[in-house]
């Protein structure tokens, strides 16, 4: 078998070997898609019971909550770290990403719509580099909050930015490994502002 050329690749090819039926998502993708739902669900309970007022929206929080837990272990059954947690926060921005692009399309900001979700698959692309042990954690840097760096840095991160404005949905052509480890350092980045 030929070697991968990038971590979307390399995920594809796991998941297809998984696949009962070519058309279907593989069921840890479909679990995936069930979490990020779960996750959704839990910030929508939260924004309920301040609006109204009623503290039963906050009671079910537990419920959807240890059920998101029970299914995120059987995708991710062994981490070490902070992993848990950020693979939590990589699907819930990733499926914030694509309700956003969404809502981007219908307003006819096609542009736009397609960047945010090859965004989104970035980020999902990551959360699965991250649990199949494809990134090295010790390769991020941590990038000191000076004012004059972080401009420094979004120039040369706007400079860099993907080619993935095309008028078509076409998935971004990547890099190896090293792309991915460049897209965790600017999402490190991103936490400085």
Same mark, same amino acid.
């Given at each position: 078998m030929e070697k991968a050329k990038s971590v979307k690749e390399f995920v594809e090819?796991?998941?297809? %070997?998984?696949?009962?039926?070519?058309?279907?998502?593989?069921?840890?993708?479909?679990? %995936?898609?069930?979490?990020?739902n779960l996750i959704s669900i839990e910030e929508h309970l939260v924004f309920?019971?301040?609006? %109204?007022?009623? %503290?039963?929206?906050y009671d079910l929080i537990e419920e959807v909550r240890e059920l998101r837990k029970t299914?995120?272990?059987? +995708?991710?059954p062994e981490y070490e770290g902070e992993?848990?947690?950020?693979?939590?926060?990589?699907l819930a921005s990733s499926m914030r990403l694509m309700e956003v692009g969404t809502k981007q399309q219908s307003l006819g900001h096609k542009k736009e719509a397609y960047k945010l979700f090859n965004q989104a698959y970035d980020l999902y692309c990551l959360f699965w580099g991250l649990n199949m042990n494809m990134l090295n954690i010790a390769d991020v840097k941590w990038v000191e909050d000076k004012m004059e760096d972080v401009?420094?840095?979004?120039?040369?991160?706007e400079q860099n930015e993907s080619p993935a404005l095309k008028e078509t949905a076409e998935p971004e052509k990547t890099g190896a490994?090293?792309?991915m480890k460049a897209f +965790?350092?600017?999402a490190v980045d991103c936490c400085i502002e």
């Amino acid at each position: 078998m030929e070697k991968a050329k990038s971590v979307k690749e390399f995920v594809e090819r796991i998941d297809a %070997t998984k696949k009962v039926n070519p058309k279907d998502l593989s069921s840890d993708q479909d679990l %995936t898609i069930a979490i990020m739902n779960l996750i959704s669900i839990e910030e929508h309970l939260v924004f309920s019971g301040a609006k %109204t007022g009623k %503290t039963s929206f906050y009671d079910l929080i537990e419920e959807v909550r240890e059920l998101r837990k029970t299914l995120m272990q059987r +995708v991710i059954p062994e981490y070490e770290g902070e992993v848990w947690c950020i693979s939590k926060h990589l699907l819930a921005s990733s499926m914030r990403l694509m309700e956003v692009g969404t809502k981007q399309q219908s307003l006819g900001h096609k542009k736009e719509a397609y960047k945010l979700f090859n965004q989104a698959y970035d980020l999902y692309c990551l959360f699965w580099g991250l649990n199949m042990n494809m990134l090295n954690i010790a390769d991020v840097k941590w990038v000191e909050d000076k004012m004059e760096d972080v401009k420094k840095i979004s120039a040369k991160l706007e400079q860099n930015e993907s080619p993935a404005l095309k008028e078509t949905a076409e998935p971004e052509k990547t890099g190896a490994l090293a792309k991915m480890k460049a897209f +965790v350092r600017k999402a490190v980045d991103c936490c400085i502002e």
